[in-house]
């Protein structure tokens, strides 16, 4: 079948036009840098480099201080620290623009193989735009290369008739050192080892040995973190916490307003039922899976959305009539594509981030607290507390809810809901002498309505109050 030009045209301009889209966004959105747990990821790289290993109990704040803590994304933290050491806030942005554009080109790459013409550019543009709010600095991004490239290769190995290449079982000792979300490795791998064995004519012992022995490899593989066979339960242990529906990237998908998740979904029903696409039963129930979990937890849709597309860019090209075949790139696009990469890079250094106040980073409230108020105990906003880690501030409570536990967390919540008499418990319990929310908080509000509390501070980003009655006694 010859392709029309403007279908070759798609075919390669598309995957690099793709890159140079995220990488930009990750260099010059302001979203980019607004989530709070990237200050305490900072501060965690910051703490390994200087001491030359891994945490095993919590040395930020003081109402755990020494508890055992497993930091599973220790890695990707010391990279975040190392760049910010090279180039400070614009090397760490650099390098995550590195991985989110790599990411893009791998995903369209091999959608151009099935997809070509308007059909490709519609389906990496809504993919890349469901991404979008998960472009954060943040180590989840380092996830998303490592869930493509293991996916890919699941996909060689069923089109090749193939177990997966035993050297791709490494992949798993980098991914668990740097984010805990290997566990969707498992996961893919186990439904295409399902498949294969699934498969007419398979010689299903065979199947079992070759995809079991990969099994175990990554398995093994993954036990390879400074945590060892613990870190394996980690993420189960996550999931099972109750008070994830209080963290926002822990909550259901909202479909009270449209948002690219919704067009994506309502476009891929759109297209798959009119024109018939049909998908092989194991990967149907796969896609099915994640979309599970992506409208139960926000976090989940970034998986979905990078493997979805793999999985439906075969059956969809078959229904919609598209040849399969790779178009070598033209050097002098290459080449053109690398200086666009450098130019962005170059304009990113020559403009150095400034972090001054913002959301989740209260700069000015921060500093307008006296030093001998600032080194006593305080009570936090949830989204606040990486921000004072980052500055040197022991916070009541931070991003790490995996460590806080249930019901530490579930105390904290219930209090700063505002349950006035929880609230003055707990800042009686921990002798609390100052706290920190944003303004639309409502503990602010119950804060106000006590007497035993002044503002000292107030702004855009955060209000602080200072405790000027004594607590009342057998507390």
Known sequence: MTQQPETALARVATPLAAALAMAAVMLFAPQALNDGDTWWHMATGAWILAHGRVPDHDVF????????????????EALMALAARVAGWSGVVILFAAVAGGSA?????????????????????????????????????????????????????????????????????????????????????????????????????????????????????AVVTPHGPQALLFPFQLMTMTVLPQITEWRAQDFSHVTPFMAALLATLFVCL????????????????????????????????????????????????????????????LVGFGVACLALAGLRLALPLQRGDGLNSPVTALDSVPADLKARPVLNGYGLGGYLIYKGVRPFIDGRADMYGDAFSAAYFAAVSPDPAALEKLARDHRVAWTIFTPDDPAVAALDANPAWRRIHVDRQAVVHARVGPYSPGG
């Not at 109402?63 to 994304?73: K, L, Q, T």
């Not at 092989?280 to 597309?309: E, T």
């Open 105 to 221: 080109w791998m995903l369209a790459r091999r959608l151009a193989r099935d997809l070509g013409g308007l059909t490709l550019i519609v389906t990496a543009t809504l993919s890349l735009a469901c991404m979008g709010g998960s472009l954060l600095v943040r180590p989840h991004l380092f996830m998303l290369p490592l869930l493509l490239a293991w996916t890919l290769e699941m996909l060689a190995a069923r089109d090749e008739n193939r177990p997966p290449r035993l050297a791709f079982a490494l992949l798993m000792t980098l991914w668990a050192n740097l984010h805990g979300s290997y566990v969707f490795g498992f996961v893919v791998a186990g439904a295409f080892g399902l498949e294969a064995l699934a498969a007419p004519g398979a010689e299903r012992m065979k199947v079992l040995r070759d995809w079991g022995l990969f099994g175990l490899a990554s398995l093994a593989c």
């Open 61 to 76: 704040s003081y109402s755990m201080a020494g508890h055992p803590w497993v930091a599973h994304e220790w890695l990707s």
């Open 274 to 333: 009119g024109r018939g696409v049909k998908v092989p039963p194991i990967r149907l129930l796969l896609l099915l899976a994640l979309l599970f979990m992506a409208l139960q937890h926000v976090r989940h849709q970034l998986v979905l959305v990078a493997i979805a597309p793999l999985l439906l860019a075969r059956p969809l090209a078959e229904a919609l009539g598209h040849d399969v075949r790779t178009d070598r790139t033209p050097r002098a696009w």
